[in-house]
């Protein structure tokens, strides 16, 4: 039986809890796993301004995506700071009926301008990407040469904001930063900050990923529980993606994201918007279902909720199960293109 009268299961069983939305397919990093520097350079040519979805547009879909179930929605790019006056889409959806929790995940840059106008229209979370504590490594893994002091800066912004607890994500990649796992979570231990170290994913088709490349996330966890000892912490809502770990001590949590070791397709709730209205049932989806067109040609809120309803119960995304019988993966959407 459906959690809510009328909300849409998808083939396996799967409720739409969540709703990503991309709001803008631009950074202003290139960091390597995402957004390499060789393809993503100065001749880019990202999507012109007519074809970005505009506040309004997001809003409805937002409206829409809520009378089926969704509760949650976090706002991502590209780098979603980047958006002119991100606050006033806040705003707007604040004000949407059913939706509960409205989160962000930046590369924090920006955030020190921007996190007060955030706040106060009604942003409940803050996801801040670091992907180590040195100037060197960080400066060349964001392909940017930015340093650490500045999204250390932004992270003491967020707090002073209320945004807390905050959730630092760390993208670990063997022989380029694994060496930093136990460093970060010193780092943060006994902070309201939870560092979530997540496997290198193959997302897109230019990040040059390889499982090689992969710390399991067993191996993160037999590193960090050999410094500290940890215990497993329930999941703070179904689906979520993070097993959590608290420290035996007290001083904290971590949490561990495997979405190539120990896969957790089962249970997700998770539907995402690109930058232009496509709407994707999987971040590794081979195509979209452009919704852009359908707001733009005239369609109400009735049929509206009608397509994307038909959408996902027609869903039968697992990827990251299926991905090891895989011998030739099909062509997917970058992921600065999705938001992850």
């Known amino acids: 039986m459906d959690m809510e009268a009328g909300a849409p299961l998808d083939t396996r069983g799967r409720h739409l809890r969540d709703l990503r939305i991309s709001v803008t397919d631009r950074c202003n990093l290139r960091c390597g796993y995402c957004m390499p520097a060789d393809i993503f350079g100065p001749g880019y ?90 100037d060197v490594v960080f400066g060349r893994m964001n392909g940017q040469g930015v340093g650490v002091a500045t999204v250390l800066k932004a992270i003491r912004c967020a707090q002073e904001e209320g945004f807390s607890p905050l959730k630092l994500n760390m993208v670990v990649q063997r022989g380029i930063n694994d060496h930093e796992i136990e460093p970060m979570a010193e780092h943060w231990r006994g902070t309201d900050v939870i560092v979530r170290f997540i496997e290198f994913m193959d997302v897109g088709n ?65 539907a995402r918007l690109s930058a232009k209205g496509e709407l994707y049932t999987c971040l590794f989806a081979s195509r979209g279902h452009d919704l852009r067109a359908l707001v733009r040609g ?24 299926l991905r090891a019988g895989q011998t030739t993966p099909p062509p997917k959407p970058e992921m600065s293109y999705l938001g992850g």
Do not use: H
Not at 47 to 61: A, G, K, Q, V
Not at 239 to 266: L, M, P, Q
Not at 311 to 317: E, K, P, Q
């Open 206 to 270: 230019t990040n040059g990923w390889r499982m090689e490349s992969v710390v399991s996330a067993r191996e993160i966890l037999s590193r960090l529980e050999a410094r500290w000892p940890l215990e497993s912490v329930e999941p703070n809502y179904p689906g979520e993606v993070a097993r959590r770990w608290r420290y035996r001590d007290g001083k904290g949590e971590v949490g561990i994201i495997s979405s190539v070791t120990n896969t957790f397709c089962g249970d997700c709730t998770r």
């Open 298 to 321: 005239g369609l109400d809120d009735a049929a509206l909720s009608r397509e994307i309803t038909a959408l996902w119960r027609a869903r039968d995304d697992r990827y990251s199960e």
């Open 45 to 134: 040519r990202f999507l012109p301004r007519s074809e970005l979805l505009n506040y309004d547009e997001i809003t409805r879909l937002a409206r829409v995506f809520a009378g089926i179930g969704v509760r949650k929605v976090r706002l991502t790019g590209g780098e979603p700071l980047l958006r002119r006056d991100l606050w006033r889409l806040v705003e707007k959806l604040r004000a949407v009926p059913g939706i509960e929790d409205i989160a962000l995940t930046t590369n924090g840059l920006l955030l020190p301008d921007q996190a007060r106008a955030l706040k106060r229209a009604g942003l409940n979370r803050v996801t801040i990407s670091l992907d180590s504590l040195d």
